[in-house]
C-alpha cells in the first residue's frame, strides 16, 4: 500500500477537526456536571477535581510534546492524539466511579494536549507569513466545536439520552479525523526553528515567561468561566447551555474574521482590549439575572475570543526561536493555570452556597447567588491583565521604536 502527501488544505482540515473533538470534550463535560455529580454523588469541589485532570492531563501533554515534536513531528502527534481520545472517551462511557472518572478525564486531556502540540507549530510552519491570522482561523473551531458541543449536549439532554450516549457521540469525529492522517506523508517542516538547544535558550526570555503568567490568565478568564457555565448561570434565568453555544458561537465568527483586527490593534493592541472587555463582561455577569445575562454573555465573549491563538501568535511572531516548543509550553501553561484554579472555582461556588443559605436564602436563589459570587471572583483575572498587558503594550512598542530608529541608522 502506498502512501501519498497530505496537502496543506487537508492537513489543515484535519487539524480543525481533531480540534472540534478537543472542544467537543469541554462543551459536553460542561453540560452533564449536574449528571455526573447525581449519579456518583460528588461534590461541587470533586467535579472540580474531574475538571482538573482533563486540564492537567492538557500541559502534561504539550510540554512533553513540544520536547518530542522536534523528534517526532506532527504525524506521530497527532497518532498520540487520535489514541488518547479513543481510549478516554470509551473509558469515560465505562465509568464506575470517582476515580475511574479521573483517570478517563486525564486521559482525554492528554490528547486535547497532543492536539495543540502538534497543530499549533504545524500551522505556523505551512502558514508561516500570515501565522496569527490563521492560527485564530484554525481556533475558530474551538468555540465552533462547542458550539456542537453544546447543541448537541441541550438536545440529547431534552430527548433523556443518558450521558454516555453524549460522550459517545465524540467517538464519530475523532474515527474522521484519525481517517485523514493515518497512512499518509506530512510535508517536511521547512520554517520553524527546529533545534531544541536554540529553543530552549530562547524561552529564558523574560518576556516569554512573563508570556506564561499572563497565558495562566488569559485562559481561566475564558475556560474558568465557559466549563462551568451549568453551574453557575443555570439558575440566572437563562439556558446555560444557551449561553455557552451563544459565547461561543460568537468567538468562531471573530476568530475567522480576526485578520483586520489583528492589523489594525497587533497582538498586543488585541490582548490589552480582549482584557478591558473581559473585565467588564464579567462583572456583569456576576450581577445579571434574566435577559441581560444574554447581554453579558455577548459582551464575554467579545472579550475572550482573540486571547488563547492571539497569545499562541505573539510567540510565533515575536518569540519566534522558541519554535514549535514554545508554542506547546505557553499552551500547556494556559490549560495548567485553568487546572489549577477549577478546583479553587468549584470551592467558590461551596462557599457561596453555604454563605448564600446562612444568610436565609435557599434553592435556586441560593445557587445564583453562588454562582454570582464566583464570578465576581473570575473577574479578577482580567483586571491583573489590564495591568500586564498595557505593559507589554508599553515595551513591545519601544522595541519597535529601536529597531525603527536602527534601520534608518542602517541607511
Known sequence: MTTSTITASRLFSASCIALIVTAMTFAIRAGILSQLSAEFELTDTQLGWVNALALFGFPVATIFGGFLYNLLGAKKMLYIAFIGHFLGLILTITAD??????????????????????????????????????LNKFHVWF?????????????????????????????????????MIFGKTFPETQNTETSTSVNFKALLNPIYIFMLFCMTLTATT?????????????????????????????????RYFAGPVVHALNPVGVLLASAIVSAIA?????????????????????????????MIGYIGEYQAKTGALGMSIIGGFGMLGVGWWSPVIGSWI??????????????????????????????????VLIVCFFVLYLITMKQAASVESGAETAK
Open 97 to 134: 466511579g470517582y476515580i475511574t472518572l479521573l483517570v478517563s478525564s486525564f486521559l482525554v486531556g492528554f490528547a486535547n494536549g497532543s492536539v495543540e502540540a502538534a497543530c499549533n507549530p504545524l500551522i505556523a510552519d505551512i502558514y508561516h507569513k500570515n501565522k496569527t491570522t490563521m
Open 143 to 179: 468555540p465552533g466545536g462547542i458550539v456542537i458541543g453544546a447543541l448537541l449536549s441541550k438536545f440529547m439532554t431534552d430527548m433523556n439520552m443518558s450521558w454516555q450516549m453524549q460522550i459517545a457521540a465524540m467517538l464519530i469525529p475523532t474515527a474522521i479525523y484519525g481517517y
Open 222 to 254: 475564558e475556560l474558568g468561566t465557559s466549563g462551568w457555565v451549568d453551574r453557575i448561570l443555570g439558575n440566572a434565568g437563562a439556558d446555560p447551555m444557551l449561553i455557552l453555544a451563544m459565547i461561543t458561537g460568537l468567538m468562531a465568527v471573530g
Open 282 to 310: 464579567l462583572y456583569l455577569m456576576s450581577t445579571a439575572t434574566g435577559s441581560m445575562v444574554y447581554v453579558s454573555a455577548i459582551l464575554f465573549a467579545i472579550g475572550v475570543m482573540y486571547f488563547w491563538p492571539t
Open 350 to 383: 461551596d462557599k457561596g452556597r453555604e454563605s448564600a443559605l446562612s444568610s436565609g436564602l435557599s434553592g435556586d436563589a441560593a445557587e445564583l447567588a453562588a454562582g454570582q459570587s464566583a464570578l465576581a471572583n473570575i473577574a479578577l483575572f482580567p483586571l
